[in-house]
């Protein structure tokens, strides 16, 4: 059990910021989360010489649910992602 820390001392918090190596690991994230060892000949082979532009519109919709996971990040100052706001969203 940890002794409580003197008075003075403040617990350290969250950094709130994403810096450039964060941003750029959250992206390797979803585009090796997405299988992208698998996906290119499937797709490919189904959507013919448009596979790129779908990658792209993929990749743009990805970017939109990052933007949205922010976006309600950023109103709460506790640790607890989706659940979190599951749980203010509709209660316990």
């Not at 290119?40 to 990052?66: I, R």
């Not at 950023?74 to 992602?81: A, D, I, K, P, V």
């Amino acid at each position: 059990m940890e002794a409580p820390p003197p008075e003075g001392k403040r617990q350290p918090t969250l950094r709130r910021a994403l810096g450039r190596w964060d941003l750029t690991a959250i992206g390797i994230n979803q585009v090796i989360g997405s299988a992208i060892f698998l996906m290119p000949s499937q797709v490919a082979h189904a959507v013919g010489g448009w596979s790129c532009l779908a990658f792209l519109a993929m990749g743009l919709a990805s970017l939109l649910v990052a933007l949205c996971f922010a976006e309600v990040s950023s109103r709460f100052e506790s640790t607890g992602g989706p659940y979190l706001y599951t749980r203010a969203a509709f209660g316990r």
